[in-house]
């Protein structure tokens, strides 16, 4: 019952706070709430320990995958995190190998390197049912870990999905600037979303990642699906979500197109309405149990 209250009160909040700053909402509701998760770390045979936060709680859990370079520090990660402890619902974040306070070189990192963890931390530290929640490269680790877990994956929320983003991007380059990185042994991709300006990933890289594209066939999964992606991202088409869309073979598919939306999309009214989906899933599943 309290849980339902809390539940109704954030869909209050979420829909009358207007333009006030998220960070005021959340205060307002979270006062009294515990502090926010300490950093843990667990080890693994022969490979680099990953950091963690997790929240214990019911079922369905919620799991935050970052993008490519990122961690589990954002503000969309500690916006979940406080939503989660609320409604008493349990809820993991971590960085993968060579990210944050994971240990690893992350230039040494691929698709498979981070499915691989995304799977181990499920598997060790995610009890029972979860929703998933991709940004960006995060989001193509969702789909993946998705199709590997079928029995643990109950929903999925995608943010800015970059599902086989680097190799369909770099297959659309002219002939000769394919040719000068292959040269080079690296290609090097213009963003907005990190401080250097830029992103630099290997040929071997891309590679890899080929072996991890999913969009050219139906994709198997079939819960309930929620993909939500900007209009003005300059780094993820928005059509990549649309073919996730299509290609998935979930009857449960709901597209959000936010038209001034970027790919970060860690605005005030980008997280009320990443919250607002995860609540709605949550009140779904619920029911459906």
């Keep these: 019952m309290a849980a339902a209250v809390l539940r109704h009160c954030w869909r209050g909040l979420l829909q009358n706070s207007g333009n006030r700053a998220v960070g005021t909402t959340r205060s307002n509701i979270f006062e009294g709430v515990r502090g926010k998760s300490t950093v843990q770390y667990i080890s693994r045979p ?31 990660a500690e916006a979940l995190e406080e939503f989660c402890k609320s409604l008493g619902h349990a809820y993991l974040r971590f960085d993968y190998s060579g990210h944050g306070a994971s240990e690893g070189v992350f230039s040494e990192g691929t698709i498979g390197t981070w499915k691989k963890d995304v799977l181990f931390m499920l598997d060790e530290l995610a009890e029972g049912p979860q929703i998933l929640v991709g940004s960006s490269m995060g989001g193509w680790l969702m789909l993946l870990a998705a199709i590997a877990r079928p029995e643990k994956t109950k929903a999925l929320v995608g943010i800015s999905t970059a599902a086989d983003h680097f190799v369909t991007a770099f297959k659309t380059l002219p002939i000769e600037v394919k040719k000068e990185c292959e040269d080079k042994g690296a290609w090097t991709i213009p963003t907005k979303s990190n401080e250097e300006g ?59 197109l936010r038209r001034h939306g970027q790919h970060r999309m860690a605005e005030k009214d980008d997280i009320k309405l990443i919250v607002y989906t995860i609540d709605d899933l949550i009140d779904k599943l619920t029911t459906m149990v």
């Design 198 to 256: 830029m992103y630099t990933v290997s040929m071997d890289f891309l590679r890899e990642a080929e072996n991890h594209c999913i969009l050219q066939s139906p994709i198997p999964i079939t819960c309930p699906v929620r993909l939500i992606h900007g209009l003005k991202d300059e780094d993820v088409p928005w059509h990549i979500s649309m073919q996730v869309a299509e290609r998935v073979l979930s009857p449960d598919v709901d597209i959000i």
């Design 46 to 76: 022969d490979l680099p320990k990953l950091a963690y936060r997790r929240v214990k709680g019911k079922s369905p859990g919620v799991v935050f995958l970052p993008g490519y370079g990122s961690n589990m520090t954002g503000q969309k």
